[in-house]
């Protein structure tokens, strides 16, 4: 599995009504912490894929979701399972440390 891109129109059905937990990024194009990050996360989500999905927002094209959700930093990840929030992390961070954080959370 690959990170899927998500915006405000499939938000709900690609995260919220998601079958499995769901780690929702909400990141930008000009954020240096967020490209840096972008390896991980592809590696994560082949790793977790049987247990949680990783999704991407890109807050300047799909600007509604992060403002519903008070996203005011990025990189910003909210784990979602069964519509609501049960994570959140704020910055950029290690694979291992995201992994754990993941784990502690599903």
């Given at each position: 599995?690959?990170?899927?891109?998500?915006?405000?129109?499939?938000?709900?059905?690609?995260?919220?009504?998601?079958?499995?937990?769901?780690?929702a990024i909400f990141s930008a194009k000009w954020?240096?912490?967020?490209?840096?990050?972008?390896?991980?996360?592809?590696?994560?989500?082949?790793?977790?894929?049987?247990?949680?999905?990783?999704?991407?927002?890109?807050?300047?094209s799909d600007p509604n979701t992060p403002v519903?959700?008070?996203?005011?930093?990025?990189?910003?990840?909210?784990?979602?399972?069964?519509?609501?929030?049960?994570?959140?992390?704020?910055?950029?961070?290690?694979?291992?440390?995201?992994?754990?954080?993941?784990?502690?959370?599903?």
């Open positions: 599995m690959s990170v899927e891109k998500i915006t405000d129109e499939n938000f709900e059905k690609e995260v919220l009504k998601s079958s499995k937990p769901v780690v954020c240096g912490p967020c490209q840096a990050m972008s390896g991980a996360y592809e590696e994560i989500s082949k790793e977790l894929s049987e247990k949680v999905l990783i999704k991407k927002m890109d807050i300047d519903k959700y008070g996203i005011r930093g990025v990189p910003s990840m909210l784990l979602f399972s069964n519509s609501e929030i049960v994570g959140t992390k704020i910055g950029a961070t290690s694979k291992t440390n995201l992994l754990d954080w993941i784990k502690e959370n599903i």
